[in-house]
């Protein structure tokens, strides 16, 4: 689950984690009044959208118009404000549509010295969390790690003992970090370790962490989500969630209980089980197609839920075909027909359908489908099948 940078930076605040004074305004006069009670003589406004890259990102029907911009006054902090909310900012993140702008956070000016990079991810392949840090701070990580990875250094840590005192010292060493600034790292960075640990976060990103005049270590920016299979010990973190930020159709399949992920292709995939789901996208792309999205309905899915898939596929234009993929193994193959065959008497297929059906029941399975007035696309192996939905897709 991702939360905007406002809300990100409040959790800051509560760990005791430095961050800028801001305030959150969804108004032109709101940002023109936060301008005003945070004393100036300069602030930034800044576009709140789940998306990286808001600086750089430009309003789509105004190109000359940034996501994050400096002012110098109340009255241009409520222009600003004015030429951001309720348009689209379009970022390297966003895509060509863009992201409707709803509410600013105007901030405080900062006295930058220095601009690094920190952020803390899960390492699945060491099996611990893993603290990253960089001298490039604001620039775009993954261009970083391309161009110059032996300017990001790594400290991993166990997640009950956290980030270590030595791990600091070699960290700021690495950075050039030194006197005052030292201690004001150490806080930084143990703290930040611990609410990643804490709220089971999956990322928290902060890009730049600035060294300011004074030696001080500030979040300038954050970016933090969570793992969303650890909500339900947070009830709290449930409640930052915005869906107006979320894709609608994923929204939808998440309450029906289904892994859903919009993509870019036409082709509908319906599969049980993550990997089967990567391994048909990957053969729909080896034979010339392009995956409309990654649907996985889980093992034990009932009519209810698989009908649910078929209006969530169905529901988006660009579908041209859809694929359904089962290998039965919790999940009988006469369920998955059953469900098809009640799917199609609810919602109706308006493209091809072609469906591969193996393990548990399968003869039965495609028995009933073949003995149905359906018209469905048979195949007999996930090479046919992709064969078949491509061609049919076509």
Known sequence: MKIHEYQAKQLLRDAKIAVPESIVARSAAE????FTKLGGPIAVVKAQIHAGGRGKGTIKSNPEQHGVQLVKSADEASTVAESLLGKELVTI??????????QVLVEAGCDIARELYLGIVVDRAGGL?????????????????AKTPELIF????????????????????????????????EHFMTSLCKLFVDLDCSIAEINPL??????????????????DNALFRHKELEELRDLSE????????????????????NIGCLVNGAGLAMSTMDLIKLHGGEPANFLDVGGSAGVEQVTEAFRILLGDKEVKAVLVNIFGGIMRCTTIANAILEAYK?????VPLVVRLEGTEVKEGRKLLAESDVDIIAATDLTDAANKVVAAAS
């Not at 940002?31 to 936060?34: M, Q, S, T």
């Not at 990253?132 to 790690?145: D, F, H, K, R, W």
């Not at 600035?210 to 969570?226: E, H, M, R, Y």
């Open 31 to 34: 940002a023109a009044d936060a």
């Open 93 to 102: 993140q966003t895509g060509p549509a863009g992201k409707q702008v709803q």
């Open 210 to 227: 600035v060294v300011t005049g004074s030696g001080d270590i500030i979040a300038l920016d954050a970016k933090i989500t969570f793992d």
């Open 346 to 350: 609810q919602v109706g297929f308006n």
């Open 129 to 145: 969390p893993v603290l990253m840090v960089s001298s490039e701070g604001g620039m775009n990580i993954e261009e970083v790690a």
């Open 246 to 265: 979320e894709d609608p159709a994923e929204v939808r399949a998440g309450e029906a209980g289904l892994s859903y992920v919009q993509l870019e292709g």
């Open 154 to 185: 790594k400290e991993h840590f166990h997640p009950d003992k956290g980030l270590q005192t030595a791990q600091v010292a070699i960290l700021c060493q690495k950075l050039d970090i030194t006197g005052d600034s030292v201690k004001s790292a």
